[in-house]
């Protein structure tokens, strides 16, 4: 039987999260038709980035096409909330117009994939660390020292030192927060394997 830190890390490994959600934003990329390779004004950008929208979370739901439309508007103030992120600042969406406009970083095609490669993030974050909060919840104290314990002796050197180093306690109470990285350390632990 599975040993509580391996249900944990098996319910966030990569194979079930970044590289899932990374396959489901590569479908969209394929299906998703784009006019040209750049765009001519905010409301083409806008009526673009709602559809990808709708058709990543439609995916990464479990559904096999976009969502219905919800409301363009409240749609739109999402989306920008993703650009605000990826271009930084309460006006990241004009960055990604100039971009989209100019055709440069790879124009149309580099902020959609920009977008949702960042939209993905965002919702497998909230998901992971659900998943992660709820099952701590459910461990003794007593367990989550021994979960922390082993996770450490299996995974501390892919940690910096800051990370490592701390205390017992610092790291009980913070491991959710370590857990929610987990999957990212594979990923580049895993990479720096291949290079």
């Known amino acids: 039987m599975a040993s509580r830190l391996e249900q944990l890390l098996d319910s966030i490994a990569p194979y079930r999260t ?7 934003i ?3 990329l394929n299906t998703l038709v784009l006019p040209a390779a750049t765009i001519n004004s905010a409301t ?5 980035l709602v ?9 990464v739901w479990g559904l096999h096409g976009a969502l219905p439309e919800i409301d363009s508007s409240h749609e739109w103030a999402w989306c920008q909330r993703v650009l605000n992120a990826v271009y930084g600042g309460q006006e990241g ?12 970083d790879g ?3 580099g902020v959609v994939k920009a977008f949702l490669q960042k939209a993905a993030e965002q ?72 290079s």
Not at 44 to 48: F, G, K, Q, S
Not at 51 to 59: L, N, P, S, Y
Not at 95 to 104: H, M, Q
Not at 131 to 137: E, F, H, K, Q, V
């Open 123 to 194: 919702y497998l974050g909230k998901i992971i660390e659900a998943g992660i909060d709820s099952l701590w919840r459910q461990l003794s104290f007593e367990e989550q020292v021994a979960v922390t314990r082993e996770y450490m002796s299996e995974y501390g050197s892919l940690l910096p030192a800051s990370v490592a180093d701390r205390s017992s306690v610092d790291l009980v109470l913070g491991f959710p927060r370590l857990l929610r990285e987990h999957p990212r350390i594979l990923q580049r632990a895993s990479r720096i394997g291949r």
């Open 18 to 24: 970044l590289d899932g959600v990374g396959r489901k």
């Open 93 to 104: 969406w004009r960055s990604a117009l100039e971009l989209a406009r100019t055709g440069v």
């Open 26 to 28: 590569d479908d969209v």
């Open 107 to 109: 124009g149309l095609y």
């Open 44 to 48: 083409e950008l806008r009526a673009l």
């Open 51 to 59: 559809e990808a929208w709708r058709h990543v979370h439609g995916r």
